[in-house]
């Protein structure tokens, strides 16, 4: 019982202020922005032909109420909450009237793989050859591995995104320009494949970049690892090398690796929205962008809220877990 009113509680607390304020905030900060979308939308249907005056109006009136803008602030912020609490995010603006958990939707899963898949294996190889370089400093390769790494880390992944799109589809055009797949979605080979085929380049963008940021991060906890005790005592023991880089090096080095991997697959949510719009890779990132260009509150809001509960969860995660990977760790 201490653990969890000491411990778990008072984090699973923490975790719900996170979520209220987060959401809150992104209540607000649409609201200020200078696109109105009832305006838009007004301005796409009366642009094609002439409505009466009272009819504009009414109209008007009508989109507010099915927008969730009408009364005051006050008003559609508890509103906002009623609806949230049923899992109604309300309807897309610019795809009226396709609900927002719909569009939403078609896009996480594509996100989810892409993302999801480029987050682990950069992380797996950061950690590893970082671990490596920083336990053989002396090593061409490791010499080598440095230096390619300081310098692709400063190039922005966008701009990596760019040449490799201009390289491998452009120049030598072995990878296709945009798209997610090819054909209708089902488990067959052919659509996997295509999947496979077309979110290449995206991930790869993601990859080297996640690569190069966790080496170096990798690179320094291993580098002062090496100069510990026990390290130092493994090798005059003739501990084999590989026992000592995996379980007193990698091992003791997981704690700030952990909460790196878990905040990054936090962030999935949010979508990879440079890489999706550069590559025109179906992803919530993809969505994201086309809301923000046409105002669309309620898809902005839904994405950022998946992203807030997703950091939000995958902090109180590693807090949990903490225990669990250092024993230094105890209540007190």
């Known amino acids: 019982m201490t653990l969890l009113r000491q411990y778990i509680l008072p984090r699973i607390v923490q975790w719900?202020?996170?979520?209220?304020?987060?959401?809150?905030?992104?209540?607000?900060?649409?609201?200020?922005?200078?696109?109105?979308?009832?305006?838009?939308?007004?301005?796409?249907?009366?642009?094609?032909?002439?409505?009466?005056?009272?009819?504009?109006?009414?109209?008007?009136?009508?989109?507010?109420?099915?927008?969730?803008?009408?009364?005051?602030?006050?008003?559609?912020?508890?509103?906002?909450?009623?609806?949230?609490?049923?899992?109604?995010?309300?309807?897309?603006?610019?795809?009226?009237?396709?609900?927002?958990?719909?569009?939403?939707?078609?896009?996480?899963?594509?996100?989810?793989?892409?993302?999801?898949?480029?987050?682990?294996?950069?992380?797996?190889?950061?950690?590893?050859?970082?671990?490596?370089?920083?336990?053989?400093?002396?090593?061409?390769?490791?010499?080598?591995?440095?230096?390619?790494?300081?310098?692709?880390?400063?190039?922005?992944?966008?701009?990596?995104?760019?040449?490799?799109?201009?390289?491998?589809?452009?120049?030598?055009?072995?990878?296709?320009?945009?798209?997610?797949?090819?054909?209708?979605?089902?488990?067959?080979?052919e659509f996997i494949s295509s999947v496979l085929y077309f979110g290449f380049l995206p991930a790869l963008s993601l990859v080297i970049g996640g690569t190069a940021f966790r080496f170096i991060m990798a690179k320094a906890l291993a580098s002062t690892e090496i100069t510990s005790d026990y390290v130092q005592y493994a090798e005059l023991a003739a501990v084999p090398k590989r026992k000592i880089l995996f379980f007193y090096i990698i091992r003791n080095t997981m704690l700030p690796q952990v909460t790196d991997l878990a905040l990054s697959l936090g962030t999935i949510f949010e979508g990879a929205l440079i890489t999706e719009v550069v590559f025109g890779y179906p992803g919530v990132g993809y969505t994201l962008y086309n809301a923000i260009n046409s105002g669309d509150y309620n898809i902005i809001m839904g994405i950022t809220l998946l992203s807030i509960v997703g950091i939000a969860t995958a902090s109180l995660l590693v807090d949990l877990i903490y225990p669990l990977l250092d024993p230094r760790v105890r209540l007190r």
């Open 16 to 189: 719900f202020v996170v979520i209220f304020v987060g959401i809150s905030v992104t209540f607000l900060i649409p609201r200020l922005s200078p696109v109105n979308p009832v305006d838009q939308a007004m301005g796409r249907l009366t642009s094609f032909q002439t409505m009466d005056p009272e009819a504009t109006l009414q109209m008007r009136e009508t989109l507010l109420d099915l927008y969730g803008l009408d009364g005051s602030i006050i008003d559609q912020y508890l509103n906002f909450w009623g609806r949230l609490i049923q899992g109604d995010l309300g309807p897309s603006f610019q795809s009226f009237p396709t609900p927002v958990t719909e569009i939403i939707g078609a896009g996480i899963w594509w996100t989810i793989g892409l993302l999801g898949t480029a987050i682990l294996i950069s992380w797996v190889l950061g950690v590893v050859l970082g671990s490596l370089a920083g336990y053989f400093p002396q090593m061409w390769w490791s010499k080598f591995l440095e230096r390619v790494v300081i310098t692709v880390y400063p190039v922005p992944y966008y701009i990596l995104a760019f040449v490799l799109l201009m390289l491998l589809t452009y120049y030598w055009p072995v990878f296709p320009l945009v798209g997610g797949s090819r054909g209708d979605p089902s488990f067959t080979w």
